[in-house]
C-alpha cells in the first residue's frame, strides 16, 4: 500500500478514537479529592476507661456503678495468682452471656487504672471485636495475629487473641510498675504435667 493510504488510515483512526472519548464515559472519571485509606482515619480519642467505668473512680464508685448495672454482677477476688504477692486489690465481674469476666484493678490508693474485659467465645470473634475497635478508634499502633494495640500519651487498648480487650492508664501503671515483678506470675515446674490429668 502506498504511504499516502497509510496516513489516511492513521488519521481516521485517530478521530475515531477521539470521538469515542469525546462520545463516551471517561473511563476513570476525574475525582476532586484523592480517595482516603480507610486505615488513615484517625477515629475518636482514646477513652478514660471502659463503658461508665472510669481511671481513677474509687473502689467503693465501681462497686455501686456495677451494682446499678444490668449487663454485669461483681464479687471479690481475694486470690489471682500474683496480685495477692503484689497487695493489689482487684474486683472481679461477670457478664453472661457476652461477656465472661471483667477484672477491675486498682492501685494502692485504691484507684481504678486497669480493665480487662474478656468477651464470650462463643458469641464473638477475635475479627469481629478489631473490626468494632478499628472502625471506632482507627488505624492500631500495632496490629498482629495474636495482638492489636491502640495508644495514646496516656491510655492504651489491647485487644487479644483470648479475646481479652485491656484499658489501661499509662500513667498510674508507670508509677505501679516500678514495684511490679512479673517473675512474681511465673509458674514454676513442667507445664506438660497438667497432660497427666487428661
Given at each position: ?122 458469641r464473638f470473634s477475635y475479627l469481629e471485636i478489631l473490626n468494632a475497635l478499628q472502625q471506632k478508634y482507627g488505624r492500631s499502633q500495632v496490629l498482629g495475629q495474636h495482638r492489636t494495640v491502640w495508644q495514646d500519651e496516656r491510655h492504651r487498648i489491647q485487644l487479644e487473641r483470648g479475646l481479652h480487650v485491656k484499658y489501661l492508664d499509662l ?28
Amino acid at each position: 500500500m502506498p504511504k499516502r493510504v497509510y496516513f489516511v488510515l492513521a488519521l481516521l483512526f485517530g478521530a475515531v478514537l477521539s470521538l469515542g472519548h469525546a462520545a463516551g464515559p471517561r473511563p476513570f472519571p476525574e475525582q476532586t479529592h484523592p480517595p482516603r485509606p480507610s486505615y488513615a482515619v484517625p477515629g475518636v480519642e482514646l477513652p478514660n476507661g471502659y463503658d461508665r467505668y472510669l481511671f481513677g473512680m474509687k473502689r467503693t464508685e465501681i462497686i455501686s456503678l456495677v451494682s446499678n448495672d444490668t449487663s454485669l454482677r461483681a464479687y471479690d477476688a481475694n486470690f489471682i495468682e500474683g496480685f495477692d504477692k503484689e497487695n493489689w486489690t482487684v474486683l472481679v465481674a461477670v457478664g453472661p452471656p457476652l461477656i465472661d469476666i471483667v477484672w477491675f484493678v486498682f492501685d494502692k490508693n485504691e484507684e481504678l487504672y486497669n480493665i480487662i474485659v474478656r468477651f464470650n467465645a462463643e458469641r464473638f470473634s477475635y475479627l469481629e471485636i478489631l473490626n468494632a475497635l478499628q472502625q471506632k478508634y482507627g488505624r492500631s499502633q500495632v496490629l498482629g495475629q495474636h495482638r492489636t494495640v491502640w495508644q495514646d500519651e496516656r491510655h492504651r487498648i489491647q485487644l487479644e487473641r483470648g479475646l481479652h480487650v485491656k484499658y489501661l492508664d499509662l500513667e498510674r501503671f508507670a508509677r505501679i510498675s516500678e514495684e511490679f515483678r512479673p517473675e512474681l506470675l511465673e509458674e514454676r515446674g513442667n507445664k506438660y504435667a497438667i497432660f497427666d490429668k487428661l
